[in-house]
């Protein structure tokens, strides 16, 4: 069966340094991938998606990248942190076929300072 | 381009009754898929259930149950002899066309009383 992991499950970073997040799936091979942000009682906003290994599409201009060096891993990245990036961070999979659900990381407690 | 609308307030429903969350979409996609998810306040997202534009019956996965009225383009989500472990956040999500990507409304907060 395919499972996803994502870690830390929580961070907390002060305002100006970088970060890593990571995201693995396994049990699949060429899955699409998904970054999420969700806001404190909102519902999520996609920041980016890949369909594959170095194809990475940006849904919101930001100071946040994110890179896929490995078929089965996707990191998302910044330089220098803002206040502005605290929030939920989730990472998702899915098999790129529009009437299969994504499945969904257990995300990412990110508190900038 | 899609949007999801979840207007509801937090919702109220008492152990073993049931409860209707309400969900409009509008795009202007002949084709197009509508999922829930359930977040515990733990945060991980959890699929529940889908209907296609196209399927002519309502989709149903144990307890959950989809009111798919495509005149209306709303998506409710049934959920029978509600739990206390319902208790959770409910988001509507579509993706249109071949496109795998998901538009998540704001969801909805239901909390079931013993």
């Known amino acids: 069966s395919q499972t996803i992991h994502q870690w830390p499950a929580t961070l907390v970073q002060p305002v100006g340094s970088p970060l890593s997040l990571e995201c693995t799936v396994e049990?699949?091979?060429?899955?699409?991938l998904y970054w999420y942000r969700q806001a404190a009682g909102r519902g999520l906003q996609l920041l980016f998606y890949s369909v594959g290994i170095g194809q990475i599409s940006s849904e919101v201009p930001q100071n946040l990248s994110a890179s896929r060096p490995q078929d089965r891993q996707f990191i998302l990245s910044s330089k220098k942190l803002l206040l502005s990036d605290s929030g939920f961070y989730l990472c998702?999979?899915?098999?790129?076929?529009?009437?299969?659900?994504?499945?969904f990381g257990d995300g990412t407690r990110l508190s900038i300072l | 381009a899609q949007k999801i609308t979840q207007t509801q307030p937090g919702m109220f429903v008492q152990e073993k009754e049931a409860v209707t969350l309400d969900c409009t979409y509008d795009t202007s996609d002949q084709s197009y898929g509508l999922f829930w998810y359930k977040q515990p306040s733990s945060g991980e997202m959890i699929f529940l259930i889908y209907?296609?534009?196209?399927?002519?019956q309502n989709a149903t996965e144990g307890r959950y149950s989809l009111n798919f009225q495509k005149a209306r383009k709303s998506a409710n989500l049934v959920i029978s002899a509600s739990q206390l472990g319902d208790s959770a956040m409910y988001f509507c999500a579509m993706t249109t066309g071949a496109n795998s990507k998901l538009t998540f409304g704001k969801g909805i907060t239901l909390s079931v009383r013993p």
């Open positions: 998702a999979w899915s098999v790129g076929v529009s009437n299969q659900p994504q499945h």
């Open positions: 209907q296609g534009s196209y399927d002519e």
């Open positions: 049990g699949t091979s060429n899955p699409n």
